[in-house]
């Protein structure tokens, strides 16, 4: 393995040299990746490989639920052919000036796959949750002003959406007194408190997706992300 300035990097970070204050430099990657990359370190040793082991298992983890998404919807061949160009993206990347956390990525692609799977709304809200998050540290990537005002909106619009979520959840819970799709279908009556409870799901959905009327925050979270997030 040959040495690349990431490869540094990382290693310097992970053996507290960055933030012993002894090199002054513009980090712009996440504390997640260096705790994980220092526990491997602890683990296996100061290696050129280890300081590459998140990449390479969340990475490989991230192709892999790529594959398990696209085959909800399409074929096994759209899914090969998606988790293929998944695998062969950091090629390009690497040739961008944007950076991009595998790991915030792989979170992302976790809570899209356990959301359309999920059959009870506990699981529709954490996997959206957990789809939703990650974005805002993507959102604030760049550390730039515009980026961290972008992430910031997002980070206010997502907490007022989750809220909006709940509170819409909590209604239909009240009414038919079960979590399960199933037999919320099979209970559920029109009654004016399940109009103002689809109301608020509605709002909390359409400010996460960014539906009108709920798209305000769209424009600015948009140009201060940076482009390889949008």
């Known amino acids: 393995l040959t040495v690349s300035a990431d490869d540094m990097h990382f290693v310097t970070h992970a053996i507290n040299f960055i933030s012993g204050d002894r090199l002054i430099t513009y980090d712009q990657s996440s504390g997640l990746w260096f705790a994980f990359t220092s526990l491997m370190f602890e683990?296996?040793?100061l290696t050129q490989l280890t300081s590459?082991?998140?990449?390479?298992?969340?990475?490989?983890?991230s192709i892999l639920i790529i594959?398990?998404?696209?085959?909800e919807f399409f074929s096994e061949r759209v899914s090969l052919i998606a988790a293929f160009l998944l695998a062969v993206s950091p090629f390009h990347i690497f040739h961008t000036t944007a950076e991009m956390d595998v790991m915030a990525v792989f979170f992302v692609l976790s809570g899209m796959l356990f959301?359309?799977?999920?059959?009870?709304?506990i699981s529709l809200y954490v996997s959206l949750e957990l789809a939703t998050i990650p974005l805002f540290i993507l959102t604030a990537w760049s550390k730039t002003s515009k980026s961290g005002e972008a992430g910031m909106?997002?980070?206010?619009m997502g907490s007022l959406s989750s809220g909006l979520l709940l509170f819409g959840f909590s209604f239909v819970y009240g009414l038919t007194g079960s979590l399960s799709f199933e037999n919320i279908a099979q209970h559920l009556t029109q009654t004016?408190?399940?109009y103002l409870a689809l109301g608020l799901i509605v709002a909390g959905i359409g400010f996460k997706l960014?539906?009108?009327?709920?798209?305000?925050?769209?424009p600015d979270?948009?140009?201060g992300a940076p482009e390889i997030v949008t």
Do not use: C, Q
């Open 43 to 45: 683990l296996f040793g």
């Open 67 to 71: 594959y398990l998404l696209t085959k």
């Open 115 to 121: 959301l359309v799977s999920a059959n009870d709304l």
């Open 210 to 218: 960014s539906l009108v009327p709920f798209h305000m925050w769209s």
């Open 153 to 156: 909106k997002y980070v206010l």
């Open 52 to 61: 590459r082991l998140a990449a390479l298992i969340f990475g490989s983890l």
């Open 192 to 194: 004016p408190i399940l």
């Open 221 to 223: 979270v948009y140009e």
